[in-house]
């Protein structure tokens, strides 16, 4: 691939501005295919609906937000000289730092000039005759481009869901993913907090630092892991920087784009119950949340092995938690472990044992309404001076399907995906030519390392844009024949995995009405690397490209 060739000359509408490619999210992927397709000498525009970059880690400023994934690889491959010169003060960073580091990105490369801020894509429509995309924004841009990346978040479009009475509320309320900038006090608050995932694990060991009273609304309970996150050490980071060359090469070969030993031990059942205990134990203290899950090498592989880790777990919890009832309460009996996305936490379950912490379990007793003083269930009310909603997305498809796009005759995105996201190697949808989703369905997404994997599907976009550029292509599909196989392969390998046991948002299972599939690919980053080039090599197989 070599030269590319910019259109936004061609653009036949005088008056209405251009642009080669519209990227649309300033998140971390967004923001590298600015640097990436601008590096190509096309011109770029990035729509943000924030009034910064940073994507999931502006918008998810709750307290106690902090990544899961070590920093050290959580972050930027490349550029060598940007991931030498920043400092990680912490092994797990908190949402502020991450923040700050996609600030300095914009800055260092010159982005910031490319990004609209404050500017929500809320249509995109293609106009087949002249194969450009009409992108539109809330506050009234319209921008015409050959190409759409849509980098707009896999856990992005917030779910809030249909509680009666919750716009009669008296008291304050937030959702944790559109938390305010300005500091919330929870001092001698009464708070209400619905949701135990990731977010309202980590909202509620921080909000039960500090409030009057909290309450914690949970439905089903998860598996969370000790962080064991601190300071980095100097010689660690020295460490990783020395070596940083090979090892991103290697994270690149790797399933989950991570650096992680792989299991030390075979089979659970390779040892006897003593032995067992000794190596969660100890893999329990020395291994974060997802090497946890990798100490034996079947855990994620039958659900026999799976139950024994999973009960070291729960026996954790017994011992973590004092009351016995609460204990069982916060025990997750429902669904195998790591088949939701695992939790990590740093205190979350001695929460319960503060006197000012309360479990209320809305699983037997639903919660019936929200009212003016507080909330209800089926069984008491509970007065309320905030209520703090960690309930979710509607994960993966959401940012899609939101944005109302519209394709080839007119189709509407939403209606393409009724029955479930179709979609071909992650990248594109059928009649809906040159868009290209970025940790859409269909890619591995949030089952590798998401900064990695967009760095790599955005290089894998500039070079098709290259190509069909470079070889005088004004159009590139694909074709619902290409979408079924595709689904058909990711179904084959989720029907193996014990994934298909928990009723989780990677199923879409958290959404009321949407239709459950498998929406991630779960063969690994390294086979999926494997597969988009294939079907490059054997002349875009499953595409179809075509010239004016
Ligand atoms: O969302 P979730 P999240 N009534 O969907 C409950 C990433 N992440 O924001 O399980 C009562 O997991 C719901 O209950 P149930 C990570 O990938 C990463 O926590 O549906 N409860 C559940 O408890 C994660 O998986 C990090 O029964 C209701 C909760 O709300 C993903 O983001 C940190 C309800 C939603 O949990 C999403 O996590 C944070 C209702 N009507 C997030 N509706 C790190 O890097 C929903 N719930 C550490």
């Known amino acids: 691939m070599t030269t590319t060739t910019s259109v936004s000359e061609d653009a036949e509408q005088p008056g209405v501005e251009t642009a080669d490619v519209v990227v649309v999210g300033a998140g971390f992927s967004g923001l590298y295919a600015l640097h990436r397709l601008r590096g190509l000498g096309l011109r770029v525009i990035g729509f943000e609906a ?9 918008w998810n400023r709750y307290p106690g937000a902090r990544v899961d994934i070590e920093s050290m690889q959580y972050s930027y491959s490349f550029d060598e000289e940007l991931q030498q010169e920043w400092r990680w003060p912490e092994y797990f960073s908190p949402q502020a730092d991450l923040e700050e580091y996609a600030n300095h990105v914009t800055d260092r490369f010159g982005l910031r000039e490319l990004i609209r801020f ?24 319209h921008v015409v ?13 917030t779910n809030i869901p249909d509680f009666p009475g919750l716009e009669s509320f008296r008291g304050e309320w937030y959702h944790t993913s559109q938390w305010p900038k300005d500091k919330v006090s929870f001092e001698g608050k009464r708070v209400g907090l619905i949701g135990t995932g990731s977010t309202g694990i980590q909202t509620a060991t921080e909000v039960g630092k500090s409030a009057g009273h909290l309450y914690v609304f949970q439905r089903t309970p998860a598996y969370s892991l000790p962080a064991n996150n601190r300071p980095l050490p100097d010689e660690y980071e020295r460490e990783w920087k020395d070596h940083y060359a090979e090892r991103r090469a290697k994270m690149r070969q790797h399933f989950s784009l991570g650096f992680m030993p792989t299991p030390q031990y075979g089979s659970v059942f390779d040892y006897s119950a003593e032995e067992r205990t000794r190596i969660l134990e100890q893999a329990w203290e020395q291994r974060n949340g997802l090497l946890f899950l990798r100490t034996f090498q079947d855990t994620m592989v039958t659900l026999e092995a799976n139950e024994v880790v999973a009960e070291f777990v729960r026996e954790k919890i017994r011992r973590l938690v004092k009351d016995p009832a609460v204990a069982e309460l916060l025990c997750p009996t429902t669904y195998p472990v790591g088949t939701k996305r695992i939790c990590m936490d740093t205190g979350y379950f001695e929460t319960f044992n503060r006197p000012n912490v309360t479990l209320v379990d809305v699983r037997s007793n639903p919660i019936t309404e929200i009212t003016p003083a507080g909330l209800r269930t089926t069984a008491a009310e509970y007065e ?42 992650g990248f594109m949808v059928a009649g809906f030519p040159n868009l290209f989703m970025i940790h859409g369905p269909g890619s591995p997404g949030v089952l590798a390392q998401m900064i990695t994997g967009g760095e790599w599907q955005v290089d894998w976009v500039a070079d098709v844009i290259t190509d069909l550029n470079d070889d005088g292509y004004a159009r590139i599909d694909t074709t619902t024949d290409a979408e079924d196989g595709w689904r058909s392969e990711m179904d084959e390998m989720a029907a193996k995995t014990l994934f298909q046991y928990a009723d989780s948002w990677y199923v879409g299972a958290n959404i009321p009405g949407k239709p459950r599939n498998f929406m991630i690919y779960i063969g690994g980053f390294d086979q999926y690397k494997r597969r988009c080039a294939e079907q490059v090599q054997k002349g875009y197989e499953g595409f179809t490209r075509t010239r004016d």
Do not use: C
């Open 118 to 141: 404050n500017a929500r894509v809320n249509r995109l429509r293609f106009d087949e005759r002249a194969s450009r995309w009409h992108v539109s924004t809330e506050r009234g841009d």
């Open 50 to 58: 924030g009034d910064g970059p940073g994507g999931t880690w502006y």
């Open 384 to 425: 309320l001076d905030m209520l703090i909603l960690a309930t979710g997305f509607d994960a993966v498809t959401g940012a899609f399907t939101r944005m109302n796009v519209t394709g080839v005759g007119g189709a509407d995105l939403r209606a393409r995906w009724a029955q479930g996201p179709a979609n071909y190697l």
């Open 145 to 157: 481009a050959k190409f759409v990346v849509a980098a707009s978040g896999a856990l992005n479009a």
